[in-house]
């Protein structure tokens, strides 16, 4: 089982990034896929998350109406489009996956700096 995140990187405020997370190693269409974030010295966060079908989503106030989850089950890859980028974003984002189990991946940093 993996789940791969790509895409992080270091930003100008304002900027976008969009984030992608390639499952292998489990029925990906059966899950519930999340992004969570951890800043440094804070407690992991739910960002978004997005339901088996790609029917629903559900983000996180501190981000509602700058990222957007998707997901391409035909690729197992889910992904977090974020635009307007702020300093407090600035974070490791966290692949995450719910069914029957629990998959976490890695994680890819995203820094927010001027």
């Known amino acids: 089982v993996q789940l791969a995140e790509s895409g992080g990187g270091l930003v100008q405020p304002g900027a976008s990034l969009r984030l992608s997370c390639a499952a292998s190693?489990?029925?990906?269409?059966?899950?519930?896929m999340s992004w969570y974030r951890q800043a440094p010295g804070k407690e992991r966060e739910l960002v978004a998350s997005i339901t088996t079908t790609g029917g629903s989503t559900n983000v996180a106030d501190s981000v509602k109406g700058r990222f957007t989850i998707s997901r391409d089950n035909a690729k197992n890859t889910v992904y977090l489009q974020m635009n307007s980028l702020k300093p407090e974003d600035t974070a490791v984002y966290y692949c995450?996956?719910?069914?029957?189990?629990?998959?976490w991946g890695q994680g890819t940093q995203v820094t927010v700096s001027s």
């Open positions: 190693g489990f029925t990906f269409s059966n899950y519930v």
């Open positions: 995450h996956a719910l069914f029957l189990r629990v998959y």
